[in-house]
């Protein structure tokens, strides 16, 4: 099962919830990978505390030019969708940090000026935290492009029993690169204004990926909030709400696990992976019951 962990917005604790789901599901004797897709600030380290046994670098494919044989037909620059490639004036000017890789110019060169050519533009690290097989993805300082990076942290994932896929923050099109073929995506949130301002983008997307999910809402308050109420209106299940509680903040500014500094959180994140895979059992049965003759 590939249990995407994302937010509409950075804060929410939605590193906190990945690393412990991950914690939980090993200790209960599941084999366990944690994907670290939030490659512009990686954080799950400091809280898995893995040791890192190989990296590797991440490249990209971009065009290499050879003037001499350039014929000026400008075809290059019209498949290109992102101005990565110009041919003006005779010459041919190259942006590299604008390239996607999708190989379009040099296939429509016809005088052989364009040529398939690399570039680094991160790394993927891995190693093992105690039982959990961990995998990151580190973006290199100044490149723009992360989704690159994180489609090769994917790629590595190993066979497991989970795999926790920890998403960057936001709706762009790293989180989508992040959450889309995973089998579940929980939407961490929390029950302030923004919040739920940010959740509401966040289910957007996650509906017209056609994915299933659910929420948490951490910083959870006794009383009931304006996002258990559009949650409800919305028929969006609630799976799990995490206390605010000092102590796990004390424990987060640690740099700790909560379910190992505080053993009384390890029932919430065992029923939680009981309540999703539970949800996307009712969904499978849903789907099949609609597709059935």
Not at 45 to 60: C, G
Not at 190 to 216: I, S
Not at 250 to 270: D, Q
Request: aromatic residues 6%; contains cysteine.
């Amino acid at each position: 099962m590939r249990i995407a962990v994302a937010s509409g917005k950075g804060g929410t604790g939605k590193t906190t919830v990945a690393a412990n789901l991950a914690y939980v599901a090993s200790r209960e004797g599941h084999t366990v990978a944690y994907l670290d897709c939030d490659v512009e600030e990686p954080n799950g380290a400091l809280f898995l505390r893995p040791a890192i046994s190989e990296r590797e670098p991440v490249h990209v494919s971009i065009p290499a030019v050879e003037e001499t044989k350039c014929t000026n037909c400008g075809l290059c620059g019209v498949i290109c969708q992102y101005s990565a490639i110009v041919p003006i004036k005779g010459k041919v000017l190259l942006f590299p940090e604008l390239c996607h890789g999708c190989g379009g110019c040099w296939l429509v060169c016809g005088s052989g000026a364009l040529s398939e050519s690399r570039r680094s533009t991160g790394r993927l690290e891995t190693g093992n935290a105690n039982g959990i097989r961990f995998l990151q993805g580190i973006l290199d300082i100044g490149q723009a492009m992360s989704p690159p990076v994180i489609r090769a942290v994917k790629a590595a994932a190993p066979d497991a029993d989970f795999v926790v896929i920890d998403a960057p923050p936001g709706t762009s099109c790293p989180v989508i690169e992040s959450v889309r073929d995973s089998d579940y995506v929980l939407l961490v949130t929390e029950p302030t204004p923004f919040g739920l301002n940010d959740l509401k983008l966040a289910v957007e997307m996650v509906r017209v990926l056609g994915l299933p999910f659910g929420v948490v809402i951490n910083r959870a308050e006794p009383s009931a909030s304006d996002t258990h109420a559009w949650c409800e209106y919305e028929q969006i299940p609630i799976l799990a709400e995490i206390p605010d509680d000092r102590h796990v903040a004390e424990a987060y500014s640690r740099g700790e696990m909560v379910c190992e500094t505080l053993p009384g959180y390890v029932p919430l994140f065992s029923e939680l992976l009981r309540r999703i895979a539970a949800s996307l059992n009712a969904t499978t049965t849903t789907a099949g019951r609609r597709c059935a003759p």
